[in-house]
DNA sequence: TTGAAAGCGGTACCAG
DNA sequence: CTGGTACCGCTTTCAA
């Protein structure tokens, strides 16, 4: 059970300082090539590696990043970590993740644990975010950007997209369509994407002199979709409704199932749109039309940004928005 | 800009020797009362929080777990990790996770990069593993399970399912149904769980003296399901196949796909089955019969053998299995 | 109990 | 170019 070895050792196997050892390993200095032979071979013999926490405490640089999210398991999760992490190695930087299920006391203790471990900037991907965890990581003056949906990127620095335009561009295809009766499906919320969204639904329709019906359900799950439909197929029906721009494909899942069930045929009988490009959205039947959003993007130009502030290379006031895209499926029909 | 309080700080606003402060943080040895307080007031004030790294340092351990893994995007991923997570933090481990996407040099780099953070275990969650990775663990020493499906318990230390018992499960049920004519559709595969799976539908078709039909596919995505229907319909008519007991639950969407697009009613012309309960399974209409497999637990039992294993406390010569649970849902009709 | 001091594995400054 | 050495922040003997 060898242990692991140490500058020590190459410096002995090499026969040089260690200082040298230390120089060729990051090329800071000239070495002359024969020694520099030497250390590598006895690097090579040794098998031997740096040890990053070492170099980390005497750098007082942990190129290390930290990640607080809500749960790895919510699908966009993955794209926005994946973004973060390709770019964050081509900068040389690891990612630590942290998830808190979206509760404050863990909000706090992942910021104090990512503090402890160094880290040198924070992405916060949170939908329950509230200003404490800001206030905790300004305290640890730890540089930090939020990456979500809920706070007006006048406040924070944030990274988001064009909620509004996306929803607006959705609605002006069904109007397009030949659609008029066109509901807006909404989930109570406060968040500022939501408001976006909705405003989004609005300009289009005004823009088309159309009548703007927004209908609001607790929750963002299928089952609210499902219910929405089961409360109002009435309404629907009375008022020659023939689409539904939903605000995440949840619901709008939700409404192809009540279609599914009650026999109601999309699109045929019923436009339906969503938000979101969740996976499901390609496999259920019929797919669904809806909003695909760049997570992998953001989660790169986030990082990016994130490691320009910590080289201070640039003051980061603006807020980026990245562009969205429409994914045309079977859930939506032209009705000539 | 402060720079970060240190425990040179807390000594002398406390007034005593570094060594005592380092005492009352770790609680290693007794201190008077009196310093006691004296040192929490002083870190209080100055808002200590000990450098993680510097520790580690000196104490030769980490305390963190890394975790290889393919993809953070592939579903029971985030559930795996969970498992680990959470358990891991009640031990008080922090975990590292190192995204390889399936690439062998990925891989070997993941675990340099693991070993020069110095992890004090590792564990491997993948889909393509190859022994070289295994190779390079155990060169570096560092104890390590593998979390997958791809080889058999016998060879590695590795936490499982029991495959066949799922597969022959969900074959009893259809045969109890009723159903005599039933397919089992698999994807191509070397993996461990694939030979255990088709074991398990070939146990249960000779217990009931019944013909196995098994078809292979290549590709274990829905477009393969659509295909193998689209090749293979003519087959399914003239042998009056009333269910098919598919592999996974992306093949098994794809036949449903079919279905939906040829007017073969699921199920009542048609039963089906799936494996894996993902998260569509039961979004999709009808919602897919499938076998739910328990990533959390995996995850939670896994990090704890290996916490164990660091710790000596235990010798994992044997492998574990966890349970499976069918989850009934609309595929599947009772022929009478 | 308490403090001094020796490292943990590196980096970087300084003199040669 | 090279080697010696102080030091990063903390833990842990060792004596007192």
Redesign the interface.
């Known amino acids: ?2 242990r692991k070895p140490t500058m020590e050792d190459v410096k002995n196997l090499a026969g040089v300082s260690i200082s040298t050892v230390s120089r060729v390993i990051n090329g800071t200095k000239k070495v002359s090539p024969d020694k520099v032979i030497a250390v590598n071979n006895a690097i090579e013999k040794l ?1 031997y ?6 170099r ?2 005497v750098r007082k640089k ?1 190129n290390t990043l930290g990640i607080i999210l809500d ?3 919510i ?1 966009y ?3 926005y ?2 973004g973060i ?1 390709e770019i964050g190695k081509m900068y040389d930087y ?4 942290y ?1 808190t299920f979206g509760n404050i006391d863990v909000q706090k203790k992942a910021v ?2 990512l ?4 880290v040198e900037g924070i992405i916060v991907i949170s939908e329950k975010i509230n200003n404490e965890i800001l206030y905790a990581i300004k ?1 640890y ?1 730890i540089p930090y950007i939020l990456l979500d949906k809920f706070y007006s990127p006048q406040d924070y620095k944030t990274v988001t997209f064009d909620f509004d335009k996306a929803i607006e561009s959705m609605t002006d295809l069904f109007i397009e369509y030949g659609h008029e009766n066109i509901i807006y499906l909404t989930e109570k919320s406060h968040d500022y994407s939501a408001d976006l969204k909705q405003q989004g639904f609005e300009n289009a329709m005004s823009k088309a002199g159309l009548t703007k019906q927004v209908f609001t359900v607790n929750g963002d799950k ?1 089952d609210s979709g499902y219910r929405f439909m089961d409360e109002n197929i009435k309404f629907i029906h009375q008022n020659h409704i023939t689409g539904i721009v939903a605000s995440n494909d949840a619901l709008a ?1 939700g409404i ?2 009540y279609c ?2 009650h026999g109601i045929k999309v699109p045929d009988d019923l436009s339906v749109s969503g938000f979101g490009n969740n ?2 959205s390609e ?3 019929p797919s669904l039309t809806t909003v695909r959003l760049p997570y992998y993007d953001v989660g790169a130009v986030t990082v990016r940004v994130l490691i320009k502030i910590l080289r201070d290379e640039e003051d980061f006031n603006e807020s980026l928005r990245l562009n969205y895209e429409i994914m045309l499926r079977e859930t939506i029909k032209k009705l000539k």
Chains 1, 2 share one sequence.
Do not use: H, V
Request: charged share 30%; glycine share 4%.
């Open positions: 059970m060898a098998g590696k740096p040890n990053e926490l070492a980390s405490l942990s749960d790895l398991g699908e999760m993955a794209q970590i994946r992490d690891d990612i630590l993740l998830s104090e644990f503090s402890s471990k160094q305290e003056e299928t899942t192809l199932q599914y069930d996976k499901y496999l259920i039947r």
